[in-house]
């Protein structure tokens, strides 16, 4: 059987409007929006946010991926 990336299932999701992938990001930033303020007062530019059972790794404001609880993110926490 053919297998499919995790790259092409979203790909497929957005495209095929099978799922609103701009909301589903809205809803992603809205939820970790405390964690980010949180995070910004003690002046961390890299860090992670737990949610949900899941691990949010954030870089430079970004969420650059998303760790399953058993995963470890990088030990890397920059400040500005």
């Known amino acids: 059987m053919i297998r499919v990336t995790d ?14 992938v701009e909301q589903l990001r809205w ?13 910004e007062r003690i002046g961390l530019v890299d860090y992670v946010i737990v949610a949900d059972g ?9 969420v650059v991926t998303v760790l399953d609880p058993g995963m ?3 030990q890397r926490m920059r400040r500005r």
């Open 7 to 20: 790259h092409a299932l979203v790909r497929f999701l957005q495209r095929s409007g099978a799922a609103d």
């Open 27 to 39: 809803t992603i930033a809205a939820g970790l929006e405390r964690g980010r303020r949180a995070a």
């Open 54 to 62: 899941l691990k949010f790794v954030v870089e430079a404001g970004v």
């Open 72 to 74: 470890r993110a990088k």
